[in-house]
């Protein structure tokens, strides 16, 4: 059985699917690796190095291979190369990629989905959503220390004290906890608000400050928030409005996978900053927690500049890609069999909830049951 490594072809990709400290994982499930030349150039990875870890170097591996690894999707073209009952493992926005999932469906491809991994305790190691946004909520913190044209940490000197930088962060998942802890060891006064009672105290246990905002709380499926109404989010805004004005840099880490960002922040509450301040803004992509941020873009609203976040995992590639390697060979594990003679076999058991839930296409069938329908014109 042959496992291939593809090159990321999508502008602005530079993680790689597999990393060469890896390798000897997969090789040890009884697979060959093969991997496509340059695939982890912009991660800093070279061929020489995998070839070192045991992996061939081949420009043909995906056409050959029973089960290819990637960030993001194949390319239509490298889909229909696939051998037909091979399996791909990548990130599958099915909504936005509807005409792929039929391409994987015709030709007779099994697709699986890594942020359609189940969140369940069992699933943790095999969670790409969560360890890219640990990286995400890191490089946030960062971008706004260096954007912000001041220290984050309080400095006493015989010159006379410099205050510390005041950072409010806005939602408190796995990116938000990771950027509070950033700016927290950057040495900032640091608070946090999320809409889940549970994460007021994981907030507490960072170091920062939890915004009580005295509203109903919002627990949703999944650990993620769920949806508020209208008349929430206007009396969330009014009240969050005071905290905004103070913050020197603001960061915005709510999203949710599939879904539009929720907007928390509006152009008017920015124009209350003071000048020089910063809002990070990682939901940009998806819709953007700021009114009028621009992924991959930095814009001037009233005094503050607004960056807003564009493939922010990315722009870490060589951590990223190891941690998302990780969870890849975490979800391999799962799926194979080796037997006596060492050799691996690629046997997912779609009895079992994480296989079937990531699962988007099979034996010729979709099975992600909003894509179909998406597919067939709707639900029936």
């Known amino acids: 059985m042959r496992i291939a490594v593809a090159k990321e072809t999508r502008e602005g990709e530079a993680r790689v699917a597999m990393v060469p400290e890896l390798v000897g994982k997969l090789t040890k499930l009884g697979y060959d690796v093969a991997v496509e030349p ?14 070192e870890s045991g992996a061939t170097i081949d420009a043909d591996a995906v056409a ?10 194949l390319a239509p073209d490298a ?6 009952g091979a399996a791909t493992i990548s990130f599958l ?19 699986f989905a890594m942020e359609l991994v189940p969140r369940i305790s069992r699933a943790q190691s095999m969670d790409a959503l969560s360890s890219q946004a640990l990286v995400s909520g890191y490089r946030c913190a960062i971008v706004a220390a260096g954007m912000l044209r001041r220290f984050f940490p309080l400095n006493m000197t015989a010159a006379g004290t410099v205050q510390p930088a005041d950072v409010v962060v806005l939602g408190a998942g796995v ?11 950057l040495g900032a006064v640091v608070r946090a608000y999320d809409v889940r009672a549970a994460a007021a105290e994981e907030i507490r246990s960072m170091g920062a400050k939890s915004i009580d905002l005295d509203l109903d ?30 913050a020197d840099a603001l960061i915005t880490t709510a999203a949710v996978p599939g879904r539009q960002a929720p907007l928390l922040v509006t152009s008017a509450m ?81 009895e079992d909830e994480i ?22 014109g709707g639900p029936k």
Not at 64 to 73: E, R
């Open 38 to 51: 340059g695939a982890g150039l912009h991660a800093l990875v070279s061929d020489e190095e995998f070839t």
């Open 64 to 73: 050959s291979a029973d089960v290819v690894l990637s960030v993001q999707p």
């Open 79 to 84: 889909v229909r190369r696939l051998r037909r």
């Open 93 to 111: 926005p099915v909504n936005q990629e509807l005409s792929l999932v039929a391409d994987l469906r015709d030709v007779g491809a099994t697709s």
């Open 175 to 185: 990116a938000g906890l990771q950027a509070i802890a950033t700016a927290k060891r």
């Open 217 to 246: 709380t919002l627990e949703g499926a999944g650990g993620y928030a769920r949806e508020m109404t209208e008349e929430r989010a206007a009396r969330q805004m009014e009240l969050l409005t005071p905290y905004v004005a103070e």
């Open 270 to 350: 920015v124009e209350q900053m003071k000048p020089g301040s910063v809002v990070v803004d990682l939901a940009a992509e998806s819709g953007g927690n700021v009114e009028g941020a621009v992924a991959g873009e930095v814009v001037r609203i009233g005094n503050a500049q607004v960056w807003g976040g564009k493939n922010v995992p990315s722009q870490m590639p060589g951590p990223a890609s190891k941690l998302y390697a990780q969870n890849l060979v975490n979800i391999l594990t799962l799926m194979t069999t080796t037997g006596e003679d060492g050799v691996g076999s690629f046997t997912p058991d779609f």
């Open 355 to 376: 296989v079937t839930g990531s699962c988007v296409t099979h034996d010729g069938e979709v099975r992600h049951e909003a894509a179909r329908e998406a597919l067939q």
